[in-house]
């Protein structure tokens, strides 16, 4: 039988066999390899994958999964459960990492490095979801945006001494008063947020 | 209630096998995102030798959202109030689904060792803290001494 390979997605799965005892009794911490009491092999055969300890490095970081295996709300592992690879050479099932950045406390921020999660775009296993993630970033910038205007706590390098800690009213007259015609589209954006600061304080 | 998901499952298992030292959790019989938990206060700080018991509940969104904790033994601590409720970043604002009730639990433990009465919970203990460090570790040893010992 002939082969023709027409495309590889190269997915990051690996597996080191740290638990050696043999090769325990040199390393650094043999007490790490005391964990795992099970008997690998047995349990390689009992699963029918990889015994996926919290220590290891082959697990989603959000639910401890295998990478081979699925996230919780799923049943069949690959196609339909799939892997997300981001800048910050963190991965996680794809659900796993929408469900985080898609709650108010993740801030956008990858779990493992508090970095901003961003896919990384040259990886052919992320290209069906880069517009899935730029859409929820957007949402998750816009309501960072307005917590942060709420909060009082604005970051005043990032949106500039426009924003008042106090109020938002304040905020647009100022604004209005700079205003130039030159002014670009993003910039109207942000002014519909202040408008929508005055409802909700007043 | 529905099935329990398998990190959970991992976590307890992990805890009962490997508990970390100075703190145990288990899970309540009935409820199994119910856990009581005990921490020993820090060795150096007022609440060594303390006992410490505290609650510990999983919500449905758990990992996406932190777990719940409160400390049922009073103690005298400015970021704790007479509730039991703990001002801790990692179980608000900087939670992450990476974090896990062994390495939650730790950071109460070093939030003990190390109070921060500059974000005050208990904002009486805290003025009592900045006036008088001294004499708050006192009131801080006396309370553990009356509360979190072990009964004979």
Known sequence: MKLDIKRVNPVFTWSWDTRDPAAAKDRQYPFLYNYYPVDVEKAHLENGNAVDGDEDEDVCGICRASYNGTCPSCKIPGDSCPLVAGLCHHHFHYHCIFRWLDTNTSKGLCPMCRQQFQLNSKLPINRPYLEKFESITKAIRERVFLDEAFDGNSQQEEYGNEMPSDSGGTGQERRSADQSDLEEDEEEQEDSFYGHLDVNIE | ?152
């Open chain 2, 1 to 152: 209630m529905a099935s329990l998901p398998k990190r959970i499952i991992k976590e307890t298992e992990r805890l009962i096998t490997d508990p970390v030292p100075g703190i145990t959790a288990e899970p309540h019989d009935d409820n199994l995102r119910y856990f009581e938990v005990t921490v020993e206060g820090p060795v150096g700080s007022p609440y060594e030798n303390g006992i410490f018991q505290l609650e510990l509940y999983l919500p449905d969104d758990y990992p996406m959202e932190a777990p719940k904790v409160r400390f049922l033994t009073k103690i005298y601590h400015p970021n704790i109030d007479r509730l039991g409720r703990i001002c801790l970043d990692v179980l608000k604002t900087n939670w992450s689904p990476a974090l896990q009730i062994r390495t939650v639990l730790l950071s109460i433990q070093a939030l003990l060792a190390s109070p921060n009465p500059n974000d005050p919970l208990a904002n009486d203990v805290a003025e009592d803290w900045i006036k008088d460090e001294e004499a708050a570790k006192q009131t801080a040893k006396k309370w553990s001494k009356l509360y979190a010992t072990p009964k004979q």
